[in-house]
């Protein structure tokens, strides 16, 4: 049965992945954009400012789901300004969202919400499922990216739809060919650089694109799946083992280590933070499986190899 699906900022890269999807099976999807195109691949997509109610909340009335992918890129220096809009850029659409979910006479059954699995504690042995305990650690530098977090999804939690089922997808780092992470660690491995990062041992949570979408659809169709959940592959890897795979993925036989000092020196350049390095994020599902989702790439060899070939 055809149905009509909302994607708030979805015009990026996980956005345009998702639309493919659901296009393709036949659904009419809507894309919420500040910057309206026609596009090629089907979808619609309408002026929203992702801060207060307009024309756009009609499409809201009698849809079946809701996607949220709205937020500023992390990729960027901590300073007040960017902590400011890396702040608002999440809590205003997932506020206005709820607002018009409240309004709605014909409410989507279900809301998905991103967030990131950056939530759970720095650890470099324990396996953190959606029970893992949460929080900032000095030494992952992370406290900042731990109150976007927590102010992301108290948004989410919040919002009055008691009709509408609520997930907080908690996202691990995707890989795809055009997309997410895979481009810049395929140019640092062209470069000679893809080699351990701050000692490698953090370890590195991760899930291909096509298992992203799956996800997502599948989360969609299970009506007991709620709260937040865990979107990343079963199998989480070290950096230095990450590293190894990409580059040999990419064919090239060596790549520079870094230490921690010399990737605060790069980082400073390249206008971004540390942490998204030096943090270890040893995350893993427990509801995907446990409800039955069997992922096509378990393994980053094999996530790695399908995007190179």
């Not at 090629?40 to 002026?47: F, N, P, S, T, W």
């Not at 992390?74 to 608002?88: A, F, G, P």
């Not at 993925?249 to 971004?272: D, N, Q, S, Y």
Request: aromatic share 8%; charged share 25%.
């Amino acid at each position: 049965m055809k149905q009509r699906i909302i994607l708030a900022g979805g015009s990026g890269f996980l956005g345009k992945a998702l639309a493919q999807k659901f296009v393709a099976r036949g659904d009419e999807v809507i894309v919420l954009t500040r910057s309206p195109q026609i596009r090629a691949d089907g979808a619609k997509e309408i002026l929203w400012d992702a801060k207060s109610l307009g024309d756009w909340t009609k499409w809201i009335d009698g849809a079946d789901a809701i996607i949220n992918l709205a937020g500023k890129s992390v990729d960027c220096r901590y300073t007040k300004k960017n902590q400011r809009e890396l702040i608002r850029s999440r809590v205003d659409p997932t506020r206005i969202l709820g607002e018009a979910i409240a309004r709605a006479k014909n409410p989507p059954r279900v809301w998905l919400n991103s967030s990131s699995a950056t939530i759970y504690k720095h650890s470099f042995d324990k396996p953190m499922d959606e029970s893992g305990e949460t929080g900032a650690t000095l030494e992952a530098k992370d406290e900042f990216s731990i109150e976007i977090i927590r102010q992301w999804e108290n948004a989410l939690d919040n919002a009055q739809t008691p009709d509408t089922r609520k997930v907080a997808m908690r996202i691990s780092l995707v890989f795809g060919r055009d997309g997410g992470v895979f481009p810049v660690f395929r140019r640092l491995a062209k470069f000679g650089l893809a080699g351990a990062l701050a000692g490698g041992r953090q370890m590195f949570s991760w899930i291909h694109e096509e298992d992203f979408c799956r996800s997502v659809g599948w989360i969609l169709a299970k009506e007991d799946l709620s709260g937040a959940i865990n979107i990343s592959a079963p199998n989480p890897v070290s950096n230095r083992e990450a590293m190894r795979l990409v580059r040999r993925a990419c064919g090239v036989p060596f790549g520079l280590p870094a230490a921690e000092w010399i990737l605060e020196i790069g980082a400073f350049f390249l206008r971004t933070e540390t942490e998204l390095l030096i943090k270890s994020r040893c995350v893993v599902p427990g509801k995907l499986p446990a409800s039955g989702f069997k992922f096509q790439f378990p393994e980053l060899r094999g996530a790695l190899a399908d995007i190179c070939k």
